[in-house]
């Protein structure tokens, strides 16, 4: 978004590019996914290669109406009117383009990097500063060599200051950031060993990250972390801080916590000087120092600064999908708005097809930058392309221009609690409610009244380590090979269509479920992929078919039932999947039974196979490798004659998650994704294989007690501390998941960062943690398992596999999504 706008044969010129201009067009928007175009006919596509070819997604665009394109060749099909600006490297193109725009503004920019806290220090710097700036800033933490140039391109002549993250992860980013950024003031955060993979030592990944500042005239970073690199800076003018050293220009002394907020006091310029940070958490300190010493070293006032401070609010970078009243989805993101952000949550609410009705939710949007009348304009605009179909605006200014809105739908009200008194005549049901509002309009009422009540235990899902995980898999298979995504049982627990519709956003080619069941679940919330339904009941054939899934064959008795459902219901060439039995012994056809099952299948007219596979018993296990040899043999041997039975193509398929890795050769046609998409893959340590977790479950403490000599805890008495002992009583018991053989001290969870260990036997609904020694009170949070205490290892406390610790928590427990 923005309102810069270029002719296409300008930007020709600006990044050297080859290719004929057909026409000559306008450039706004500047776009890399084509999942996500906003305003197509002033859109420039660049066809970038990461895990997926960009050029793959250039007639899906074209369709879309973008007309231009840079790419490194040329269209296979004709597309009339379209522009194909040629280069050899797409992403440098996009990084030229930035940076020339960038150069064309003469405007104050702060750089800021750091291993840690870049996104924090950033949105508070834009809280603190926005009242006297017109400020431009990453939206998000769009701070790689992609989210960099698409942060810079939205500067504008209105902005006169610039607030710019950058973030690299190995060797020679920095300095493409650096010539796209041009910082004038730079800003070290927190530098930890966050992506030390990438470099060959600590040292050349600080010297790496100072890079940004090497036209900087002042730079602002932590006295001791920079100690041993005096030679690596160029910037005249530092200003540092520091905890410990007196010789910092703001030496901070003394650091007192008052009622949830932190009272810090420090020496500056020969003065003491306070601030009150309405934080209380070490990061959060560190971070709202570096802001501190920022706005001093930018020349505020302590007064000023203290009283800016005071007022932080917390950032929440989270878009939040919970489960609604009326059988609705929120997605919750009431604490901030602007129009980067309202794009971003816009298109998460289209990844989401779980409801037909999509409906926005928004506040009037401050600090823009933009006159109202453009402001809301462009709005109107974006909200229309993405196909909201019911608004409910509310504040002032959205009401006054409430004719800009074209959407079926539309409700304004000029504040928060005259919308809340008309809730009910706006008759949520049924849809997608994306909430969006500026903090002042406190739209956390509303998400209150939309969001269904449950108890407090919650599993959050991170999609986007989902989405991490999928590609760190994609990153594994050989070229063309399919991904099928196993989500049966409640994708591992996980949840059903929100994983679903994630998945299906990013383009895996298949769906897997156990039951005919889950399937239609899937096709009810908007599931349009093919989905393979592992173990069909003959007596649910209807809606397999009504619903267009896929059966899994794996026995002559189904295959004849299957027969004499279709040739009764005339069902012909219906897609199915053939399952070989090479060693598991659990379903599917044995290798002497493939000769019979191929005469059945020759001219066989109410079936089209569309994969043949097997499963493999310990893909996983060196110890058993000769058998997984075996395994792979008798595979192909069976899909050898199958295949020359049918005499068409189908896809082959070995491979689960442990298999991707271990067996690259038995990856096939397809592979069959399980737990590694849950962060999960038994093959390999949890440090090593680049997955992260994705669930978190947390309860809370119902009540604290102190126990006395000779007092028990729990059923049977079964519970014992010593004298001074206390208790918490926390909201999960072993229907909610949390097993009985957790007792007694064999489970543990995390209170305030300490592992504690349960007293006693677990209970229906809740259970007893040992917290003698620290400070806990009742409401406080309590981990169940997150990526610091891991599934892993709590299967190991009670000697199972994470599998079924994931697929134990029951649905009673409330998921909650989200996306960064
Ligand atoms: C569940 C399942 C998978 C996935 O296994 P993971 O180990 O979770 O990757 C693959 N194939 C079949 C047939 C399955 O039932």
Request: aromatic share 10%.
């Amino acid at each position: 978004m923005s309102s810069n706008q270029y002719p296409i044969s300008a930007i020709q010129q600006i990044i050297k590019a080859g290719g004929n201009i057909v026409k000559e067009y306008n450039i706004s928007s500047l776009i890399t996914d084509s999942r996500r175009i906003g305003n197509a006919a002033e859109g420039l596509f660049f066809a970038l290669s990461g895990r997926r070819n960009g050029h793959e997604f250039i007639a899906e665009a074209y369709a879309a109406g973008v007309r231009n394109f840079v790419v490194k060749e040329g269209p296979q099909l004709i597309m009339p009117e379209a522009n194909f600006l040629i280069v050899t490297d797409v992403l440098q193109a996009l990084q030229t383009l930035a940076a020339h725009h960038r150069s064309s503004f003469n405007l104050d920019v702060i750089g800021i990097t750091g291993s840690n806290g870049k996104t924090i220090v950033k949105e508070w710097l834009y809280q603190l500063l926005c009242t006297d700036k017109n400020i431009v800033r990453n939206p998000k933490s769009y701070n790689s060599q992609i989210g960099v140039p698409l942060s810079v391109w939205q500067i504008n002549v209105k902005n006169n200051l610039g607030i710019f993250e950058a973030g690299i992860s190995t060797r020679n980013e920095m300095v493409r950031l650096e010539t796209i950024i041009r910082p004038s003031i730079g800003v070290l955060t927190h530098i930890g060993t966050a992506h030390d993979e990438g470099f060959a030592s600590r040292d050349e990944k600080v010297k790496e990250k100072l890079l940004l500042f090497k036209n900087c005239r002042l730079l602002i970073h932590n006295y001791e972390q920079l100690m041993d690199f005096k030679e690596d800076i160029s910037v005249k003018d530092c200003f540092t801080w520091s905890t410990k050293f007196k010789q910092a220009d703001l030496y901070v002394f003394s650091e007192t916590v008052i009622k949830r907020n932190t009272y810090l006091r420090a020496r500056y310029k020969g003065d003491e000087i306070e601030c009150l940070i309405p934080f209380m958490d070490g990061a959060s300190v560190e971070n709202a120092i570096v802001c501190w010493a920022v706005m001093l070293a930018m020349g505020y006032s302590a007064a000023e600064t203290d009283d800016r401070i005071e007022h932080l609010n917390p950032v929440s970078m989270r878009l939040e999908l919970k489960t609604g009243i009326n059988d609705c989805s929120v997605i919750d993101d009431s604490y901030n708005s602007d129009v980067q952000s309202l794009e971003i949550a816009l298109n998460f609410l289209n990844q989401q097809n779980q409801h037909t009705k999509k409906t926005l939710i928004l506040s009037d949007i401050f600090q823009s930058g933009l006159q109202p009348d453009v402001l809301y304009k462009q709005v109107a605009e974006m909200i229309k392309a993405k196909h909201v179909d019911k608004f409910v605006g509310v504040g002032k200014a959205l009401s006054k221009y409430q004719e800009d809105f074209d959407i079926p739908v539309k409700h304004f009200y000029p504040d928060t609690p005259s919308m809340l008194q008309h809730l009910r005549a706006l008759n949520f049901k049924e849809e997608t409610i994306l909430i969006k509002g500026s903090r002042s309009f406190e739209f956390e009422s509303i998400s209150r009244a939309l969001v269904q009540k449950a108890h407090e235990t919650v599993m959050e899902i991170n999609l986007n380590a989902m989405v991490n995980n999928l590609n760190f898999y994609r990153s594994k298979l050989k070229p063309g090979v399919k991904v099928m995504a196993m989500v049966k049982a409640f994708s591992y627990g996980s949840g059903t269509f929100e994983v679903a519709n994630i998945l299906q956003y990013n383009k895996v080619d298949y769906l897997a479920v156990a039951y005919i069941d889950e399937g239609v679940a899937l096709r009810k919330t908007g599931i349009t992929l093919p989905v393979m339904v592992l173990n069909p009941e003959a007596s649910a054939f209807d809606k397999l078919t009504e619903y267009n899934l896929e059966p899994v064959i794996y026995s002559f008795g189904l295959f004849d039932d299957y027969i004499k459902y279709a040739r009764q219901q005339n069902v012909l060439d219906y897609p199915v999947h053939l399952k070989i039995d090479t060693g598991m012994h659990r379903l599917g056809f044995e290798n002497f039974e493939v000769e019979t099952l191929c005469d059945l299948l020759e001219e066989n007219r109410y079936v089209n196979i569309r994969s043949v596979f097997s499963h493999l018993v310990a893909s996983d296990a060196a110890e058993h490798d000769e058998f997984t040899k075996t395994q792979v043999r008798n595979f192909e041997k069976a899909f050898k004659l199958i295949e020359k039975a049918l005499g068409y193509k189908v896809i082959r398929h070995l491979c689960n998650t442990s298999g991707i890795v271990r067996w690259p050769n038995a990856q096939y046609d397809m592979v069959r994704l399980g737990i590694g998409l849950y962060g999960i893959d038994a093959a390999t340590p949890a440090t090593e294989n680049g997955l992260q977790p994705i669930a978190s479950l947390k309860t809370s403490v119902s009540q604290v007690k102190n126990i006395t000599n000779g007092d028990t805890i729990s059923y049977n008495r079964s519970g014992k501390l010593g004298n001074n002992g206390k208790i918490a009583t926390v909201r999960i018991g072993y229907a909610d998941g949390y097993l009985r053989a957790f007792g007694n001290g064999v489970g543990k969870m995390l209170v305030k960062g300490t592992l504690v260990p349960t007293v006693g036997n677990i209970t229906m609904d809740m259970c007893m943690l040992d917290v003698s020694d620290i400070d806990v009170k009742e409401g406080d949070e309590v981990i169940v398992f997150n990526e610091q205490q891991r599934i892993e290892a709590l299967a190991e406390q009670i000697g199972t596999i994470p599998y079924e610790i994931l697929t134990n928590i029951s649905q009673r427990v409330k998921r909650v999504y989200f996306y960064e």
